[in-house]
């Protein structure tokens, strides 16, 4: 099956009784899903776990059964959501929903979702699943889905500069207020004052949609990876008008600008007597690439200037861990501030929409989450409810990573 499916540590296929929980972020370019897996007992022999789970048991409540489990990960092109249908019921997934706790004689199933697409495709997944939709605020998702990985997950939060990644110590107490620079197919840049306070500030159109839309046309790239994976061929300076370009190779110093500053972003084309095809795809996959995130970097930067904000948080599938992609957003930040803000990334950047429909599944009648954190642990509310969330990571740094928990 031809997905982008990305889960780690996943069988083929679960019993029902191991599934629970799955939620979906169904964007304008990609569906997220974020979904709880059980250990199988009878398989699995971790006492260090089983001590945790122990321990975290006689912190809440004794009553209820601790059971220990990942939250994993996947990822589908919308344009081919029957892909997205096809794993979901092959992992029978969709049975890891919730029943409506206020008609308990009801047998029908909803599953947590968010963004445009659980709107525009509720009734496919009706048709194709009998499952229905429990739609969530998508800003609301967001930054619930942030919240939960800066304040929990032990080093979710880096910089990458100059090709150095460092990864950023998290003070859960003084976290806010930040900015939430979301890059999916559009950018919204939500200013974030605490839990479930937040304002979508500013926002442009120009983002990874742009990127792939263009990218394909102007490339032939058949997807976004193809694409990003082409830019690292690539060389911009054949098609960007650079400041050199315009004072014959020379910085223009007065206003600090370098010889290599971008004047104009696809400038060259226009003075070079060449067609579409005299230049290679390589290089508009580059130019395209750096223009898209110098331009996310820079208003970015005025946003958190607009509210004295120091940092700022990038996230969304559009950066993908790709190192031009974030290096150049973090030197469009660095610029424009002066060296006063810093860009910073996420390691499950793609998924925070997905995780925070998944974090509302306490609101129906549900057991609340409980994940540990290794070595250390940060309790926070994930809402009025009072539950206590902890987390930990595994794997290296990338979206496939799966978060150990109990539940």
């Known amino acids: 099956m031809d997905h982008l499916a990305h889960v780690s540590n996943q069988p ?6 191991q599934i629970s929980h799955l939620a979906l972020d169904i964007g304008g370019s990609l569906i997220k899903l974020v979904y709880f897996c059980r250990y199988d007992d009878n398989c699995r022999d971790d006492d260090e776990l089983r001590s945790q789970n122990e321990s975290l048991g006689s912190e809440s409540d004794n009553s209820r059964p601790v059971l220990g489990g990942k939250l994993h990960f996947a990822k589908f092109e919308t344009s081919k959501i029957n892909d997205c249908l096809e794993f979901i019921h092959s992992m029978k997934l969709h049975l890891g929903g ?11 199933i909803f599953i947590k ?7 525009k495709f509720a009734d496919l ?8 939709l429990d739609k969530e605020d998508e800003m609301e998702c967001l930054v619930t889905g942030a919240n939960f990985l ?8 880096f910089t990458y500069l100059d090709g150095q990644k460092e990864f950023a110590q998290i003070d859960p107490n003084d976290l806010y207020p930040y900015l939430l620079v979301n890059i999916g197919s559009g950018v919204s840049m939500i200013k974030v004052d605490g839990d479930g306070k937040f304002e979508r500030v ?3 159109s120009l983002g990874g949609g742009t990127f792939w839309g263009l990218g394909r046309l102007l490339t032939k790239c058949k997807n976004f990876d193809e694409l990003l994976e082409l830019s690292h061929q690539g060389n911009n300076r054949v098609i960007d008008m650079l400041v050199g370009d315009i004072y014959g190779g020379t910085d223009y110093a007065k206003i600090g600008l370098s010889a290599t500053t971008i004047a104009s972003s696809f400038g060259k084309a226009i003075s070079d007597n060449k067609g579409l095809v005299d230049y290679k795809p390589e290089d508009i996959s580059r130019s395209l690439l750096r223009m898209i995130s110098n331009n996310i970097g820079q208003i970015s930067y005025l946003n958190a200037l607009r509210f004295g904000l120091k940092r700022i948080f990038f996230a969304g599938f559009f950066i993908r861990g790709h190192a031009y992609t974030m290096d150049t957003i973090s ?11 810093e860009a910073m990334f996420l390691r499950h950047e793609g998924f925070l929409g997905a995780l925070g429909a998944f974090m509302s599944y306490e609101k129906q009648c549900l057991d609340g989450l409980t994940v540990n954190k290794i070595p250390q642990r940060f309790p926070i509310s994930v809402s009025s409810a009072g539950n206590k969330i902890y987390c930990s990571m595994n794997g290296k740094s990338n ?5 150990e928990c109990t539940v």
């Open 12 to 17: 083929n296929s679960q019993p029902q009784s």
């Open 98 to 108: 919730f029943h409506d706790c206020t008609a308990p004689s009801s047998d029908k």
């Open 113 to 119: 979702a968010t963004g445009g697409g659980a709107y």
């Open 125 to 132: 997944f009706k048709e194709k699943l009998g499952v229905s």
């Open 150 to 157: 800066l304040k929990a997950v032990h080093q979710e939060a």
């Open 202 to 204: 500013s926002g442009t």
């Open 331 to 341: 030197v469009a930040v660095n610029f424009w501030s002066k060296g006063e803000a």
């Open 399 to 403: 979206d496939n990573e799966s978060i």
